[in-house]
């Protein structure tokens, strides 16, 4: 009874392999998370944040070795005055929805859109251009202020996006502004069928069997990524495993990789 008594705990969490853990959002303001998270560059400039935001954003699009400066607040004063004249676009009563508007007329080598918070779903504007280089802005409702995003995926927490319609996923998604099987916008029309052997599938024209010879999913060709099964006719992807006749339960995987891990830390 008078003995020493000790106690060593172990928190353990199960590994959830998606890399670092998303900022969460519950409870900060969108100008605390704008300076947490890397994907996301803080427009230091009170007035004219607008214009600010559009030349940081064109800057890490296009690659521009004057990004790290501008991503710090240097350099910016010179292109946001040149952006200004050339465009015509007055920002001393704040940029709206007009304003965004005649920088998207102006910016026809780009697509604009404007995110209000981090909430994916909410988006305030997307211009009509059908640019493949786009611009992404997070707007802060508290302060009436514009950021620059430079990784969209990273600022909203989410796995993969649409090129055709912009939606964020974890997942799967469907989209109808896409082909189906070439992943191409817009949706491709049928012509004249052909067949590609490579991943036994056929396509509504020539244009759409090249498409998914060079369009990727995920960081594969769509050629690689779907194919349909020689004997099964099954069509694959390839993150998912595929045996003949046979069905796979992710969730008894998951819950049996859950019981491993658990029976190996005991």
Not at 17 to 28: F, P, S, V, Y
Not at 128 to 156: C, E, P, V
Request: charge should be positive.
């Amino acid at each position: 009874m008078t003995d020493r008594l000790e106690v060593h705990l172990d928190h353990v969490r199960m590994p959830a392999g998606n890399g670092k853990m998303a900022e969460k959002t519950k409870g900060r303001s969108i100008s605390v998370l704008s300076a947490i998270k890397t994907s996301i560059v803080t427009v230091k400039a009170v007035f004219l944040c607008l214009a600010h935001a559009l030349i940081i954003a064109m800057a890490k699009v296009n690659d521009d070795s004057k990004f790290k400066s501008y991503r710090n607040g240097y350099g910016l004063k010179e292109p946001v005055e040149e952006l200004l004249k050339v465009s015509g676009v007055d920002l001393s009563n704040g940029g709206g929805f007009d304003e965004l508007q005649q920088f998207q007329q102006y910016l026809s080598d780009y697509k604009i859109i404007v995110f209000d918070g981090l909430n994916p779903d909410r988006v305030i504007f997307s211009g009509n251009s059908l640019s493949a280089k786009k611009l992404y802005l997070l707007y802060d409702r508290d302060n009436d202020h514009y950021n620059a995003i430079t990784n969209l995926k990273g600022a909203m927490a989410k796995r993969y996006i649409c090129n055709g319609c912009d939606t964020l996923y974890d997942k799967t998604h469907k989209c109808d502004k896409v082909c189906s099987l070439c992943t191409a916008t817009p949706p491709c029309t049928k012509d004249q069928s052909k067949y590609c052997c490579t991943c036994n599938r056929w396509f509504l024209s020539e244009k759409c069997f090249q498409n998914h010879l060079i369009l990727k999913v995920k960081g594969k060709l769509v050629c690689q990524w779907r194919q349909v099964c020689r004997n099964c006719s099954y069509l694959m992807t390839s993150d998912l495993k595929h045996e003949c006749f046979k069905k796979f339960c992710t969730f008894l995987i998951r819950n049996n990789l859950q019981a491993i891990y658990a029976t190996w830390l005991h």
